[in-house]
T-cell receptor, first 114, second 114 residues
Framework: SQQGEEDPQALSIQEGENATMNCSYK?????LQWYRQNSGRGLVHLIL???NEREKHSGRLRVTLDTSKKSSSLLITASRAADTASYFC??????????????WGLGTSLAVNP | EPEVTQTPSHQVTQMGQEVILRCVPI?????FYWYRQILGQKVEFLVS????????KSEIFDDQFSVERPDGSNFTLKIRSTKLEDSAMYFC????????????FGPGTRLTVL
């Protein structure tokens, strides 16, 4: 299976703390994308990291990618209550050609308590 | 900022009925996708569409499903004879080009089959 896993499945932290979510996968990728989903709502794109990149930043978000370990992590620094959501990593398999379908995990449910 | 739109936001239908879910992708995007998310489960790829034809489809996308781009702006998903297990959130996404580009998602259509 090309699908990987996010861990933890659920994470509860206090406002101001950092949140780290991990994603592992099994087959080679072209890129990996992180998305956020508020309860019952749409998928919001956060960051795309290419297979030849190791780290990317966007505001309070930091994504790392280790292709040798087939894993990625999303760090949210100085979390806010508004960060409460589910976070997904979605992999674009290297054999998907130009179609770049995304393969998703179950996600991490993050709760940031005020 | 351009965004993907989807209508309706919620569709309730009787088993066996046909439904059409509509999407307007971002105007200069070339690749279009449908995904679905059954409540509490992973987001699943259904189909990708490029150059007015299906470029890839999953095993979920059987003969009951079809997609169409009837004009220069709309992208539709039709389910010919809905089943109870088709109840899910359906997401449309678009991508500017196939390689290394983020997929931008619409807010989704929640389909409930009774």
């Amino acid at each position: 299976s090309q699908q990987g896993e996010e861990d933890p499945q659920a994470l509860s932290i206090q406002e101001g703390e950092n949140a780290t979510m991990n994603c592992s996968y099994k087959t080679s990728i072209n890129n990996l994308q992180w998305y956020r989903q508020n309860s019952g709502r749409g998928l919001v794109h956060l960051i795309l990291i290419r297979s030849n990149e190791r780290e990317k930043h966007s505001g309070r978000l930091r994504v790392t990618l280790d292709t040798s370990k087939k894993s990625s992590s999303l760090l949210i620094t100085a979390s806010r209550a508004a960060d409460t959501a589910s976070y997904f990593c979605a992999r674009a398999p290297i054999d998907a050609g130009n179609n770049r379908k995304l393969i998703w995990g179950l996600g991490t449910s993050l709760a940031v308590n005020p | 900022e351009p965004e993907v739109t989807q209508t309706p936001s919620h569709q309730v239908t009787q088993m066996g009925q046909e439904v059409i879910l509509r999407c307007v992708p971002i105007s200069n995007h070339l690749y279009f996708y449908w995904y679905r998310q059954i409540l509490g489960q992973k987001v699943e790829f259904l189909v990708s569409f490029y150059n007015n034809e299906i470029s890839e489809k999953s095993e979920i996308f059987d003969d009951q499903f079809s997609v169409e781009r009837p004009d220069g702006s709309n992208f539709t998903l039709k389910i010919r004879s809905t089943k109870l297990e088709d109840s899910a959130m359906y997401f449309c996404a678009s991508c500017r080009q196939g390689t290394y580009n983020e997929q931008f998602f619409g807010p989704g259509t929640r389909l409930t089959v009774l």
